[in-house]
């Protein structure tokens, strides 16, 4: 039996087929009437005005022949004419252009621009669902030339401004004194015609290079608003070129409107890649770890840790991440950097955020910290391809001081330790092959022990500290309890050991998707991922996100064969290491060099002391830096 929805689907459908748009429409009315203005009832609508909509004059702006012959092979809105700007005068085309347009609406076509094929469609939808609407903006994707996307709508504003009712003037004023463009580009943008006719437009203080976004804003400026928070359209990012001048021609002309009365709002400041001023006066020298003891991210501050106590720092640990401090050294996901007078952020593993490259920074934002950690070259060229987005940007910059398990590698006492380990667990064989996955869940460990445990080789089972997860911890007691002592080459380790002491013992490490496979790079040892191994950390679990190159990957079929390849060295896995290496950098001098940071910009300092760490600062960018004109 049919769905009210799938009998008017159907009856719609047949509609259009048929070009009975008068039917369509009442098949609608009646819809909307029982069930109200649903996404279903907005699908509907937006596929009837598609076919039988008012019609819109789509405005090119210096747009070559291919662009528009591209765009129109896609775009399914058929009432549409299209006329075209040139020369970079489209405030006057536009003023020209009005008194003789005819059409309900009209948007804009630009260069370096992708458009959802339903965008004319959805916004006139949109502008006719709230009648008092002047012109209605939608959001927008970033994406680089291959169509990838670098970055999504901002979310921090999308409850805020997500499907609301706004006033120009405000809009634009709240975008230039926080310098966060919300408007996107005229791409971005659709007015009424009737609207339109009622401005008084005027290219006074407008140079080339602002010629479209003075066009944009000064159709937004008088009217109402609504602000529609799908992306209809994806701005692909310029590669980077200096953009000074226009910096200068953009604040001569928010001062010109301001002047003029049509803006009251602050002259912008942009985004600086420079370390500005140290503290005026020297703080505490006393430096609070957000760190959970319990947790696998302690291990890779530790060191920092024990460095700053070397140093003649007072260190408090605590897991409060609202905790009050002088000096904070943050490593978590979620941050309150608000609560540190000098705030220091650095990643807790090396594959970070990964669901979300390249753009990690989208999610995990570091323009509230102080100071901005990473480990080394692949990090850094990540951060490169996302640094026009301000959210990047730490106050006094970005530094690639290194990964700080990196600085214990060669230190004896991590080899001593192993070996002592190696003497407690009296392993049977020379080939040792480490099992450390991120979750234990669906027999995960039950999978690498049939897999492997007939070969000569040790098993050594290192699972990390779950007591705080009784389902996870759970999974890793009944595995211990099906596996220990059945057989005599599977061996335990504690959960509280460092990973890198069990790493050290192993000549190979199978894992899912853990930041551990790039830990062992720091000892040279090859690592496994399985790809058919699910993750519990969402519902239902989600596959594998494996999105490096320097491990070895397979399927849990595949395990055993892939590991005996490796043993006999029929597979070359020191290509895998070598690539991996791009991750670290500074391996030896990272701690030394984070503490040297902390004292240039806290503590009291020789006005021409120059650390070595300055030298480290990332300040290049891969694009444009996403500006109000951009």
Not at 139 to 166: C, F, M, Q, W
Not at 185 to 197: E, G, H, R
Request: proline share 4%.
């Amino acid at each position: 039996m049919q769905t009210p929805q799938e009998e008017m689907q159907q009856l719609i459908d047949g509609c259009l087929a048929n070009y009975d748009f008068k039917t369509a429409r009442e098949c609608l009315n009646i819809y909307r009437n029982s069930f109200g203005c649903d996404s279903f009832y907005e699908s509907c609508t937006i596929s009837l005005l598609s076919c039988d909509g008012p019609k819109v004059t789509l405005i090119g702006l210096d747009i070559i022949d291919s662009t528009l012959e591209n765009y129109l092979a896609a775009e399914t809105y058929r009432n549409l004419e299209f006329v075209h700007f040139t020369g970079n005068d489209y405030i006057n085309d536009l003023v020209s252009f009005l008194p003789s347009c005819d059409s309900k609406y009209f948007c804009f076509l630009e260069e370096n621009q992708r458009y959802a094929s339903s965008r004319i469609a959805s916004m006139i939808y949109h502008m006719q669902e709230m009648s008092e609407l002047d012109a209605v903006v939608c959001t927008r994707n970033h994406i680089d030339s291959s169509g990838t996307t670098i970055a999504h709508p901002d979310y921090a504003y999308e409850e805020t401004l997500g499907n609301k009712v706004l006033q120009g003037k405000l809009l634009l004023e709240y975008s230039i004194n926080t310098n966060v463009n919300l408007y996107g580009t005229p791409s971005t943008l659709m007015v009424s015609t009737a609207y339109a006719k009622t401005l008084s437009l005027s290219d006074t203080q407008v140079t080339p290079d602002l010629c479209s976004m003075a066009l944009l804003y000064q159709l937004l400026l008088p009217a109402r608003i609504g602000y529609l928070y799908t992306p209809y359209v994806s701005t692909i990012l310029e590669e980077y070129r200096d953009t000074s001048a226009t910096q200068e021609h953009y604040k001569s002309y928010i001062r010109f409107l301001s002047n003029a009365g049509q803006l009251s709002c602050s002259i912008p400041e942009f985004s600086k890649v420079s370390p500005s001023s140290r503290q005026k006066e020297p703080l505490a020298r006393d430096i609070t770890f957000i760190t959970n003891q319990a947790d696998g991210g302690y291990y890779n501050i530790l060191p920092v840790i024990e460095e700053a106590r070397r140093r003649g720092f007072q260190v408090h640990l605590t897991n409060n991440r609202y905790a009050k401090a002088d000096i904070c050294v943050y490593s978590q996901h979620i941050c309150h950097p608000e609560n540190a007078k000098f705030s220091i952020i650095l990643l807790h593993d090396m594959t970070q955020g990964s669901l979300s490259w390249p753009n990690f920074w989208e999610v995990e934002r570091w323009n509230n910290f102080d100071l901005g950690i990473l480990p080394g070259k692949t990090w850094a060229e990540r951060w490169k391809q996302c640094s026009c987005f301000y959210y990047t940007h730490p106050r006094q910059g970005v530094f690639t001081l290194g990964y700080p398990k990196s600085d214990q590698i060669h230190s004896d006492e991590l080899q001593a330790r192993a070996e002592k380990l190696r003497q407690k667990l009296n392993l049977k064989y020379d080939y040792t092959i480490l099992y450390a996955p991120s979750w234990e869940n669906d027999g995960k460990e039950d999978d690498f022990i049939q897999a492997l445990a007939s070969l000569k080789v040790n098993l050594i089972i290192k699972q990390g500290n779950w007591k705080l997860h009784p389902e996870i911890q759970e999974n890793i007691d009944k595995m211990r309890k099906l596996h220990e002592y059945k057989y005599d080459n599977v061996y335990y380790i504690a959960p509280e050991e460092s990973i890198m002491t069990a790493i050290a013992l192993c000549d190979l490490l199978v894992s899912d998707e853990s930041n551990v496979m790039t830990d062992a790079i720091l000892l040279n040892k090859p690592s496994i991922a399985i790809t058919d191994w699910l993750i519990p950390d969402e519902t239902p679990s989600r596959p594998t996100c494996i999105p490096i190159d320097y491990v070895i990957k397979c399927r849990k079929s595949e395990l055993r064969q892939t590991a005996e390849a490796v043993m006999t060295h029929t597979l070359p896995y020191e290509d895998y290491i070598q690539k991996g290496w791009d991750t670290f950098s500074n391996v030896g001098n990272c701690c030394r060099e984070i503490i040297d940071a902390i004292e240039y910009f806290t503590q009291k300092v020789p006005d021409n002391y120059s650390p070595d760490f300055l030298t480290k600062q990332v300040t290049s960018s891969r694009y444009t830096l996403c500006t109000m004109w951009n």
